[in-house]
């Protein structure tokens, strides 16, 4: 292991962002599965995210959904989790769970259910000007089921309008983050599908909106990294919602499904400059815990992307960049590859082991009690899930 | 319009059954909307079933859900269904929504809840024996999530076990129909994923395991008339599922995404003896009417396969063989165009009115008052969905 | 059949321009198989297309590909064309057939060969003088095979600065029309792979960069129609290259193995004004006429686009818009299918009539004995292909 | 690096069969590019293989391409190749290249094509015994464009008893191994287009009739390792084509685009027996090198089958099925994941050293000159490609 200076740098500021409600119970349509010890309370969701960055010293900020984690001081919720060693970061917008939104909320052909939603949007800025919180993603959960059902062409130009009028309310430091998803909830159509449609938008609005990738939102086959590459070189990657997936948007673990393309990704984060100090690209974990134990996953997660940080920051540049212009196809292809098959691990644990962090997060956790004491403790109340 | 008689005959006989849960509430992981007038019973959903009955012609039977669907006394359920002028047919098992089955359940590694599992199946043929019905309907839910999770290997055995157990139970007259799904609800491997392995365990069972093939269960670009060509051809198309999509089992409204689709799948059950009398194919809808009227989704769905069918059978099958023989590549393509593209609605609106039917079933069912009836009349209790 | 006035005259305007190479031979990486008959040369190409155009009026243009159309005296051609009653139209540039394009072509880290691919298509800039031809498009065939092989942001900035070179080339009648394509002829990344990528670099370049959809070149799932509101929206949707696709970038006749999303494509282009006067927006055929018939190949496509067109425009926008503003699921669909199955044949045809057309132009071409005679009088020379 | 005694003899068993065709000219339909030195005869493609095996240990066979790879003396080639260190391995067929088979061979409707079809493989059986090969390899490309084209079940009859007239004609050690596909060079349908087919096929015909799996032949996201599992547990699995990709059948270096997919596999392939001595299944690559140099290319091919085959017997069975048992999702994952992540590229150059091999064989390769040789030895005459 021997990164250079800079990639050393890059590494220790690496900061993955967690997001509440991945310590909530998720399934599937057919099911959700429940365990033991899931959180009530945004406050317990806190706890849980605290553990993975004491073990870690990955994770520093927890994202929240609104209404999921509305409280009624979040001036108070901002000092528990900085007791907790954690910042609150990104506010993530909800416009999929109320019956108004039924055919569509920023893009309905009713402006009172559009204002309903812009407003919504507003309370999300309320929030954030109360944690201090950067962000306001919005992954618009708007479509349509069946051809000729809504017009496709209206609802992009009254998306622009309801976009316009949110991000005029942001205040001077604060960010649009828009993410796009090629299908689910709605199965013909989706207002943002696509990053092309996102990064137009973006454009629109000015230069605080920025696009959000989630790394599960796209169709069969695409190129991922590609579209890494090119919002960095258009200035509109803004943040990642890392997962993995074999089929569609399965929210699986990060780097579980396809482990080289999570390195092809963070090559060209690295590349591009998305890993420099004040790149503003955020980088978060967006899955579902649907079958396995949350915490664990989570601190599985923010490890795999550390992990792979480390591979793509071992990239003999110069090495690559020599072969790639001498036309040398197998020899650069080698030069990247030495890098993905190189074994990171015991480099990170000892890097772990010198700031006062357990060799291995997952064994320490196992081994920390906190999951047999959350699962007697937290008895009766409501588990949290996508509806609360 | 111009069908040979046999045509006309195999049209005449064309029956569609349907699934008890498509009148109940459905929906995504995000969310379920709800309507009013739901049925809150099985008795309620087969009085909404008589209704897509009375107006069309086309849906004499109803599929059930166990255990969504358990009354006391399934006698007596059949007896009040005939009044409604409908039969019970296909028991569907459900192994998805117990904790139990998690990890698995004809799979699971734990031979008690392999018992329960297929316990479970016991009851649903015991049911059929009280409703008279003739397929026992497996969609298998089980799958892992992860790479390593489960064996595959092993798995396959304990499934061919259970499978084996269970078909040992049917009655002479009773068939067991294995549906395979490509993902969902798990995302790395699903036990049955494919026609090939839904096909293995049925020629392994025996002459009466047949296999159900849905059309929204395989992987995208998937040729699914070739699988109804070659399962007609080996003597194993037991039973459709069929509803339309356009990225994975979206469960739209048969023929709504992929008319062109739907119609070469036909063919394939014309050409293959699928509509034959005595062919023993089942064709069922399954379908969720996440956003539109449920009662008015499942009479377009039985006239979209009526109208289908009928341009299917419009196919002169002499010209196609002559010009298929021939080598003539666009004018083999044109004979079939030509029954795609001939507009049937008028034909069957007739034909429908010879028969004391509304012209317009659509248009009928909205003028008929029901759906406000209903809605006025189930007020309080639980709506049907798909957690009971 | 009743369209509107201005629907009619939308129709009437429809010009679809056709490929020279379409008459050439094409095949896969596996075999290109061969027709008696054939062109030789691009005069011959230019007589084949003018027998589509007798036929169907709807082909007045015709496309050339540059170097294999190369002529000494493109005014020569011109007025040939014009003797045929056809004109000359867009040109389209290739990089994708000479050794040095391997590594890429405007992209190439070799600033020789990025010249030499610049000049490549300032050749096509003089050729457009000459023909008097609009449109310059561009396909970019440069991508990577394996991960590492090139630096992907590199190839970006080299893109936009050969693109920018070009550009300020055109005269300021003339405009570049910027393909995109997923994968093929390279298989890890393609250099302008989506509509984003096409869409980022046009807006760089200024006013007269458009973008042209080919409809093969998507990933799997890709709603295409999507694209085409968003790209009208935005002012940039240059050009169609028209075919059908079951896997891939299949280039089988338009329409022939989705005909209903070429309906949902054209229905978005009547709605966001594409058929209008004066929009800009080309429409041209890109097939590959493996084993079939070529030139009645295109008859087929040129009438499968009128007869798709003719039904888009059937479309009850009326009664349509009111059922989507009233959120008539069911409604708004049914009002859109029921355009997609009234049956224009018969309409058309007695439309051709009173145009002294033929009624059905696949069997007049037939019966005309032009295959015959071409068969038999283009003996010996070397018949046109992709490679010439 | 600890492997077991039983994974340490397996592994010493490995052999990759390598295909006559990979040192000879590939491309797309849009170019071959050629490269200096390239075999112009059979004789150069055995002494280009044997670089390979010299180097690397582990490909001592190499499978024929017919007529491609014709000779008159056949022994003599045995005889040639035997000085080299290689042996002749799997005869491959082709119907693919003969203007006879446009519409079909195997399934064409027209019985003296199918007996030319017949003949050509009589003939590859003629030399399978002359070469003492016990496999025929039957990739069938036939299939068809447009719907209506073709009968599907017609032409599944035909090739069924096509297949039976070639079975019958092997010896009592040989085997007939048919590959599968999904699309190409046919756009619409495939005659054998997944495993279910090939499997269907195989069982009807006998003990001896087996499935090739060539790893870039399935839908987008299709499982493959599933399959493997699948068809090892019916005993069918006859062999395997490896490559890679990302699209399609892109025919990559395997291993170079997804390669924990190729882990995956090669995971199944142990637990299932394959790597068992006497399994019967073949391990071949089967790949283009389009645009790289074939010879390093083949070399890094069979590093990259032996390293993954490594770490997939590396894995820890008693631990996983502990973990797996116990229901241990992210604990049976993190075994898996650890044999993946180990880092056996220096033991695998240890243990090449202790046999007299390179250490690095692709550096070995570049130093020895052999490049160079042959480009300037191999002047004139016509370079090998998919034409001869």
Request: proline letters at 4%; a negative charge.
């Amino acid at each position: 292991m021997s990164l250079t200076p800079a990639a050393a740098a890059a590494l220790d500021r690496q900061a993955i962002e967690l997001p509440s409600w991945a310590f909530g119970n998720a399934g599937t349509r057919f099911k959700v599965f429940t365990t033991p010890g899931t959180p009530r309370t945004v406050e317990e969701k806190l706890a849980d995210a605290a553990q993975v960055q004491a073990l870690t010293g990955l994770a520093p900020s927890v994202a929240l959904h609104i209404p999921w984690d509305l409280v009624d001081d979040f001036g108070k919720l901002a000092a528990y989790a900085d007791d907790l060693g954690l910042r609150l970061g990104t506010i993530n917008s909800n416009t999929f769970q109320d019956d108004d939104y039924r055919l569509g909320s920023l893009t309905h052909v009713d402006p009172a259910v559009r204002r309903k939603a812009v407003d919504h949007h507003f309370r999300c800025i309320d929030v954030m000007h109360a944690t201090g919180s950067r962000d306001l993603k919005i992954w618009l959960p708007d479509g349509t089921n069946y051809p000729g059902q809504g017009d496709i062409r209206g609802r992009q130009d009254r998306l622009a309008e309801s976009l316009r009028t949110i991000y005029d309310r942001l205040g001077p430091d604060q960010r649009l983050v828009l993410e796009y998803k090629i299908f689910e909830p709605f199965f013909y159509t989706m207002d943002v599908p696509d990053w092309g449609t996102a990064y137009a938008h973006a454009t629109a609005l000015g230069d605080r909106a920025v696009v959000c990738l989630d790394t599960g939102h796209h169709a069969p086959s695409t190129n991922v990294e590609f579209i890494v590459a090119q919002l960095l070189r258009l200035g509109r990657l803004g943040a990642f919602d890392f997962n993995s997936r074999f089929y569609a948007d399965d929210d699986l673990i990060v780097g579980a499904a396809d482990p080289f393309q999570l390195f092809r990704i963070l090559a060209e984060v690295v590349r591009g400059g998305g890993m420099d100090a004040g790149s503003g690209v955020q980088f978060m974990l967006d899955q579902c815990h649907n079958i396995e134990d949350k915490i664990a996953g989570q601190i599985r997660s923010v490890l795999n992307v550390e992990e792979m940080t480390a591979r793509a920051l071992l990239i003999d540049r110069d090495a690559l960049t020599a072969a790639q212009e001498a036309g040398d196809v197998l020899g650069a292809n080698a030069v990247y590859m030495d890098a993905f098959w190189t074994d990171v691990r015991p480099w990170l644990a000892d890097r772990r082991e010198e700031r006062g962090l357990p060799r291995d997060p997952v064994a320490a956790y196992a081994a920390s009690g906190y999951a047999e004491q959350i699962a007697a403790e937290r008895v009766g109340g409501r588990q949290a899930g996508w509806g609360a």
